[in-house]
């Protein structure tokens, strides 16, 4: 299901900016021009005017404008994974072999590309745990229409690209990854329940 894209986009972009125990302070040119790009990547605003609509049918172009956005940010990801492994002597075959390097932890990050991983998953980053949860559930409600009917339908979408994301990292995957998914989990429920609206109301207030 499409759904799965945006799970293993967000693992992906989470884990490699949790995985540097080393730091070289040299920030090389192709670093600093990778991490601007990061920054230039399509960006998905969500619209508070449709966003509560119930129609049952698939939005196709937000799904689509959705799916634009995950593939550019894991391509990006995927060119500043492959300059650092080559960098370093490794080379990518496919990508499990990408996260299985990621998971091991044992490479070097330059200053530019931590400095953007830092930025993109902070609490109001791209990439934090809020706007990622956000952005997989707008994804379900527009596949489905907004039709709380199919929440445990979707979640369950998720809950298996999430697992398909955990065993391509192959370990437990970082702690910022079981944050989005206990929210996305949660924000589903109030989804189903009918009870996000209300609680934004509250949390405005």
């Known amino acids: 299901m499409a759904i799965n894209s945006v799970t293993n ?3 992906a972009s989470q884990t490699t900016a949790y995985t540097a125990p080393k730091t070289d302070d040299t920030a090389s040119k192709a670093a600093d021009t990778a991490a601007k790009k990061d920054d230039t990547g399509v960006v998905y605003e969500k619209d508070s005017n449709t966003s509560n609509t119930v129609t049952k049918k698939t939005d196709y172009a937000l ?6 956005d995950a593939e550019q940010r894991t391509a990006q990801l995927r060119s500043l994974v492959e300059k650092m492994m080559t960098k370093q002597g490794a080379a990518i075959g496919t990508a499990d072999s990408m996260w299985s390097f990621l998971a091991k932890g044992d490479f070097e990050v330059d200053a530019a590309t931590k ?7 902070a609490e109001d980053g791209y990439w934090g745990v809020e706007q990622t949860s956000d952005r997989i ?3 379900a409600k527009a596949l489905s229409g907004n039709d709380p009917e199919k929440a445990d339908l979707l979640l369950d979408a998720f809950k298996k690209g999430f697992q398909e994301a955990t065993k391509s990292w192959g370990d437990k995957l970082p702690d910022i990854s079981q944050r989005t998914y206990d929210a996305v989990v949660e924000k589903f429920d109030n989804w189903k329940k009918g009870t996000e609206v209300a609680e934004a109301a509250q949390t405005e207030a």
Not at 63 to 68: H, P, R, T
């Open 63 to 68: 799904v689509n404008k959705l799916k634009q």
């Open 9 to 11: 986009a967000t693992t």
């Open 115 to 121: 400095a953007q991983a830092e930025k993109d998953i």
């Open 137 to 139: 559930l707008d994804f």
